[in-house]
């Protein structure tokens, strides 16, 4: 029995020494891999400097904006045929032969074919609300009425009196708009250019800013552009195109062209 407690006591000595052992090689750090954090203080401020402002939220965003009042170069006018008759078939026929005579008066005036489009084309019954058909008590069809639209543009504004006149004198007895425009190849060039002083707008309003932070330099960063509108100008004179009234005047006055720009820049 005595012998057993020595052997137990020598094998718990043994072991509390192997244990002893590898903590203290865990102490050591040999062949163990330990997670090291990065220090605070002047290694993470470098991260914000002058250069990253806009990291740390500092950046100056501007919007610019471009605005010039040009006098609109073409007009697009819009005119149509109306005709009534007992049969949707006559009404329809009677109403293409006259806008064949209009379209026809348009070309003579100098409107390029290309430059005609039918907007629309309808025809539908007209009622007598005070008859009633013999069928369910209805009101009664007593015609037709048949409806022709054509969206005319007119690339010199100048020649708008002439094409109206035109448009009437051959059977146009409904005008549903005229305004005037800039046309694309001038409207690019003005957008660019209204384009380019909104960006220089931005610039001197993000620049003011600076001045006032005591900023040295400011650089852009991004650039959005914003939307832009060049509204047409309507007119309307539906008494001045009565038939065989003198040239009916045009006067197409000016419009608007505008653009605006959105400007993030950095600054040291």
Not at 119 to 129: A, E, M, T
Not at 130 to 137: F, N, V
Not at 163 to 168: P, R, S
Request: net charge negative.
């Amino acid at each position: 029995m005595n012998k057993q407690r020595l052997l137990l006591t020598a094998l718990l000595i043994i072991l509390l020494i192997w244990t002893a052992g590898c903590v203290d090689q865990g102490k050591q750090g040999t062949g163990v891999d330990v997670p090291i954090s990065a220090p605070t203080g002047a290694g993470v401020l470098e991260s914000a400097s002058p250069h990253n402002t806009l990291a740390a939220g500092r950046g100056i965003v501007v919007t610019g904006e471009g605005k010039m009042q040009v006098t609109p170069d073409q007009a697009v006018l819009t005119v149509g045929v109306v005709t009534t008759s007992g049969s949707s078939q006559e009404a329809m026929a009677e109403n293409s032969a006259a806008m064949n005579r209009v379209i026809s008066a348009l070309k003579r005036a100098g409107v390029s074919e290309k430059d005609i489009q039918t907007q629309s084309v309808n025809v539908w019954p007209q009622f007598d609300y005070s008859r009633k058909s013999e069928e369910g008590g209805l009101p009664k069809i007593i015609g037709y009425r048949a409806e022709n639209r054509v969206t005319v543009t007119i690339r010199d504004v100048a020649d708008t009196g002439e094409v109206v006149d035109a448009a009437v004198d051959a059977g146009a007895n409904q005008l549903y708009g005229l305004s005037f425009t800039v046309s694309d190849e001038e409207g690019k060039a003005l957008r660019t250019k209204v384009l380019q002083m909104a960006v220089s707008d931005a610039g001197e309003k993000a620049q003011a800013i600076a001045d006032v932070l005591d900023a040295d330099k400011i650089t852009p960063v991004s650039v959005v552009e914003g939307s832009r509108y060049t509204p047409p100008i309507y007119r309307y004179d539906v008494a001045a195109l009565e038939k065989g009234a003198a040239q009916t005047p045009i006067s197409p006055g000016e419009t608007e062209v505008s653009a605006s720009v959105t400007v993030t820049y950095d600054f040291e």
